[in-house]
């Protein structure tokens, strides 16, 4: 199974400022057709998560600009430009390039 | 509106069966790949299972292959987790998730069921 390491587990940050999130997998996340299925999932408390950026820097409907996703082969990143309270939670990445699909232990995001 | 509805949860005997249904709505269900996805509480994600449009190819997690089974009914709109000899450790919400037509992934999320496997 590829493990999604993310980096760090908790992030204190103050409103306004970026955020930026690492997620590190075992092995390359390149499918045999040519794209990386790498996805960015936030958890609000009490919520589901919801689909943030997929093949690993497309936003998905409905997601503000500032959130960002970049990197390539096993190193990703999830960027928030300005944390606003909103974006308060858990943050988790995903492979789904392999089955079992799997998920990084999530970083808390929370404002100082 | 996409609207994915999980029931069935509850509280279960060690070795005992529990079925988890999730009613889609709001797209044409038999176009999509469906999953599931279970989150101990206060704890991570853990994919479980995926199956195909038509039911014909599934997968799953080792940790439920053989005690799990996946299927749908698309005349229902229904996606359907028959869980067998649970065990404690299968304590969890479980999801239901919309496997994405456009790419290899999910998007779409239902708000959770909770299983509790205890004697």
């Known amino acids: 199974d590829i493990v999604m390491t993310q980096t760090p587990l908790s992030s204190p940050v103050t409103l306004g400022q970026p955020a930026s999130i690492s997620c590190r997998s075992s092995?390359?996340?390149?499918?045999?057709?040519?794209?990386?299925?790498l996805s960015w999932f936030q958890q609000r408390p009490g919520q589901p998560p919801r689909l943030l950026i997929y093949?690993?820097?497309s936003r998905f409907s409905g997601v503000p600009d500032r959130f960002s996703g970049s990197g390539a082969g096993t190193d990703f990143t999830l960027q928030i430009s300005g944390v606003e309270a909103e974006d308060v939670g858990i943050y988790y990445c995903?492979?789904?390039?392999?089955?079992?699909?799997?998920f990084g232990q999530g970083t808390k995001l929370e404002i100082k | 509106e996409v609207q994915l509805v999980e029931s069935g949860g509850g509280l279960v005997q060690p070795g005992g069966s529990l079925r988890l249904s999730c009613v889609a709505s709001?797209?044409?269900?038999?176009?999509?790949?469906m999953h599931w996805v279970r989150q101990v509480p206060g704890k991570g994600l853990v994919w479980v299972s995926r199956?195909?449009?038509?039911?014909?190819?599934?997968s799953y997690a080792d940790s439920v292959k053989g005690r799990f089974t996946i299927s749908r009914d698309n005349a229902k709109n229904t996606l359907y987790l028959q869980m067998n000899s649970l065990r404690p450790e299968d304590t969890a919400s479980y999801y239901c998730?919309?496997?994405?037509?456009?790419?290899?992934?999910?998007?779409?999320w239902g708000q959770g069921t909770a299983v509790s496997v205890s004697s």
């Open positions: 998730l919309r496997g994405s037509i456009a790419w290899r992934g999910v998007d779409v």
């Open positions: 709001g797209f044409t269900f038999s176009s999509y790949w």
């Open positions: 199956i195909s449009t038509d039911g014909s190819s599934t």
């Open positions: 092995q390359s996340l390149v499918h045999s057709d040519g794209n990386t299925y």
């Open positions: 093949k690993i820097s």
């Open positions: 995903m492979q789904a390039t392999q089955i079992p699909h799997t």
